[in-house]
């Protein structure tokens, strides 16, 4: 047994625990039973109320003596018999059942609504009648005045079989797609049937006519809700003669008085999920509806909620024992879920024991264990040195760990970690700090590796007319070497940057003032963190890529400025290259050993300064008269011409013998053609 209060509501769930196999002698189960105690807190009321795999369907007769369910896998239903508390009978299908209804006051009368388009037909001794429908049905219902068997589905026919004749009427014609649920007023014996769209149509069996249709989907949408579907009916029930509430697919129930077309209220599940039943409480004004995760009871007339439950597992099908505080849930488990809420009425008949036991659980008292106490984990108790406190009093075990004194942890957490007030204040007054900076200027902080670039960027970002908005270079990863390692900084001294970057490496002064300003703010707020003996760490200033330049010059002005500076590169190379070649000169002239000629006696050395003075100074007839001394002049008679030249050596040695030597290699390469035509080859 589990006890649970949602809302302060106390509710039993009679199914949790352990329960003991069937093939244990007598002697085991009383040594578990001594052992464990939760085998020996545990109840099963109804003895093997369980499904092999999944329970879909469950319902209570008429006569409240017998509890009938439906389940997988191999397809059955199960009758248990209260006043036994055990199984009655069991029978299998061949198909899984859909729905079923229970015609007479007990198990005797039974009709079953199978997935594969059959209906079977049960007696008290088995299966009476199998027959096979037109359409995919999805529930149905007995009128018992004309014993008519109303069958819904895939259409928009609701088929009518007379159970007392055998054989099918002819259907009623609805303006939908496609039927859901059906349900028949027990009171007028009116007949409900809620459709694809959202709408519930009512029809009379004695006039075989349409009375009215009620648009349920339209009520559905209001300002807080949000539907992610058309809300369809999945769920009808009636209570009493003007009473009716509906369950759409999209989580609403609707409250209608049949008397109006407006629902007079409307309470949401917030869930989204379909709501799969509904059931009235008959002495309380409560209502209770299911969808797959959970049974809310709620105020009929206020909506308020009463209590929950909530089932691990998917729930599948709701009944209630009427007058009493019980109710059974079908799941995807294979135990069946029995819960009793003694605030909602006394225990059945058949299960009068319950009242004592409850008495008994409400007088023991429990320790709460949860109140000022400090869930720890094995780990942290080694780290606080506590490990001999485990299998004491001071540490009560909990799942994966243990509760102690909330009290007892803060002291043993003060000595192990003495200083930890004062790195709790350093780190408030770094805050602080840190809240008092964001409303002044702040301080862009430059990397150590390239600056000039860094502060390009910064200042890229804060112009407030193009408002670039770039990844910052300095955040990402990839380019974090060219702000931290000093192989990437920029030479502004190398020929590419010059012509490359001709903006970039003219920074005007407005900029280095700048630059020189952030540099000492920096330096400052360095000093100022210092005294918290940690170095400030790098806040990602608003750095942006590196673009285009921001200046307003023209492209115009801008080549010009490559122009000039490639004019300054070519002058360098220029003057370069002469003065190497001016130096080679040099050594070249070193190299080269002086020549020494001897003069003779009398005679006057002719070269050097002293003699170009001299031979300047001097008259033209000396000149001409020293010329002629050294050279032959001939006149002539004819035009008044005259020739002077000068007899020196012939120098032929040095020439004829090279003239000699290649006319002798040409002569060698050469071949006469003196014999062409002088031999004659005979064909």
Request: aromatic fraction near 8%; proline fraction near 4%; include cysteine.
């Amino acid at each position: 047994m589990q006890i649970s209060s949602p809302n302060n509501i106390k509710i039993y769930n009679l199914s949790a625990g352990k329960t003991l196999p069937e093939w244990l002698s007598e002697r085991k189960r009383r040594a578990l039973l001594k052992k464990n105690v939760e085998i020996r807190r545990s109840i099963e009321l109804i003895q093997d109320f369980e499904m092999p795999g999944v329970s879909t369907s469950i319902k209570v007769s008429r006569d409240l003596q017998y509890v009938l369910a439906t389940g997988i896998y191999k397809p059955r239903v199960k009758c248990f018999d209260v006043n036994n508390l055990s199984l009655k009978f069991e029978r299998c299908f061949d198909s899984e059942v859909v729905t079923f209804q229970i015609l007479s006051e007990d198990y005797s009368k039974l009709v079953f609504l199978h997935c594969d388009r059959h209906i079977e037909i049960h007696a008290a001794h088995g299966k009476y009648h199998r027959l096979r429908i037109p359409r995919f049905g999805r529930d149905l219902e007995y009128h018992n005045p004309s014993c008519d068997l109303f069958v819904v589905g895939v259409s928009n026919e609701i088929y009518r079989l007379n159970l007392e004749r055998g054989q099918f009427l002819k259907p009623f014609l609805s303006d939908s797609s496609a039927i859901n649920k059906c349900s028949i007023n027990p009171v007028h014996h009116l007949l409900g049937v809620g459709t694809q769209e959202g709408k519930v149509e009512a029809w009379d069996p004695r006039t075989k006519d349409r009375v009215g249709v009620l648009d349920c989907g339209f009520h559905c949408i209001t300002q807080d809700t949000k539907l992610k579907g058309v809300p369809s009916v999945t769920a009808l029930k009636f209570q009493g003669g003007l009473t009716m509430a509906v369950g759409t697919a999209t989580g609403q129930i609707l409250l209608y008085d049949i008397r109006s077309n407006r629902p007079f209220l409307v309470k949401d599940h917030m869930y989204g999920l379909p709501i799969r039943n509904i059931e009235f409480h008959e002495k309380m004004d409560l209502v209770y509806s299911m969808d797959s995760s959970i049974v809310k009871i709620w105020e009929k007339q206020t909506g308020k909620i009463y209590t929950s439950i909530e089932a691990q597992n998917d729930l599948n099908d709701l009944t209630t024992v009427p007058g009493t505080g019980m109710l059974f849930l079908a799941n995807e488990s294979p135990k069946m879920q029995t819960y009793y809420i003694p605030s909602l009425g006394p225990a059945p008949r058949w299960s009068g024991f319950l009242d004592t036991i409850i008495e008994e659980l409400e007088e023991s008292s429990f320790d709460t264990i949860y109140d000022n106490y400090k869930f720890v984990t094995e780990k942290e108790l080694e780290e606080l040195g506590l490990n001999h406190l485990i299998g004491t009093n001071l540490l009560r075990a909990y799942m994966h760990g243990y509760f102690m004194d909330v009290r007892l942890f803060r002291k043993a957490r003060d000595v192990i970690k003495p200083f930890a007030f004062d790195d709790y204040k350093k780190k408030k007054i770094r805050e602080k700090l840190n809240e008092d900076a964001k409303s002044r200027v702040q301080v862009q902080k430059l990397p150590e590796v390239n600056k000039e670039l860094a502060f390009k960027l910064m200042e890229s970002q804060e112009d407030g007319k193009k408002k670039r908005k770039a990844p910052t270079i300095l955040k990402d990863d990839r380019f974090k070497a060219l702000f931290t390692n000093p192989d990437f900084q920029v030479d502004k001294n190398s020929v590419e940057f010059n012509l490359l970057n001709p903006v970039i490496s003219q920074m005007d002064k407005g900029k280095a003032k700048r630059l020189r300003e952030m540099e000492r703010k920096e330096e400052e707020e360095k000093r100022i963190l210092g005294a918290f003996d940690e170095d400030p760490e790098h806040n990602g200033s608003s750095d942006e890529e590196l673009l285009h330049d921001e200046s307003s010059d023209d492209e115009k002005s801008w080549s010009k400025e490559v122009k000039r500076k490639y004019r300054e590169v070519k002058r360098k190379q220029r003057e370069e290259e002469i003065e190497d070649e001016k130096n080679e000169r040099d050594d070249s002239k070193q190299m080269k050993q002086p020549k020494f000629y001897e003069i003779k006696e009398g005679a006057e050395f002719k070269g050097g300064k002293t003699y170009m003075k001299k031979r300047i100074k001097a008259s033209l007839g000396d000149r001409l008269n020293s010329d002629e001394a050294n050279g032959v002049r001939v006149t002539g008679s004819r035009g008044n011409r005259e020739m002077t030249f000068s007899i020196g050596k012939k120098k032929f040695g040095k020439s004829r013998d090279s003239f000699k030597h290649r006319r002798a290699d040409q002569k060698g390469l050469l071949r006469p053609a003196g014999n062409i035509g002088k031999k004659k080859y005979k064909i």
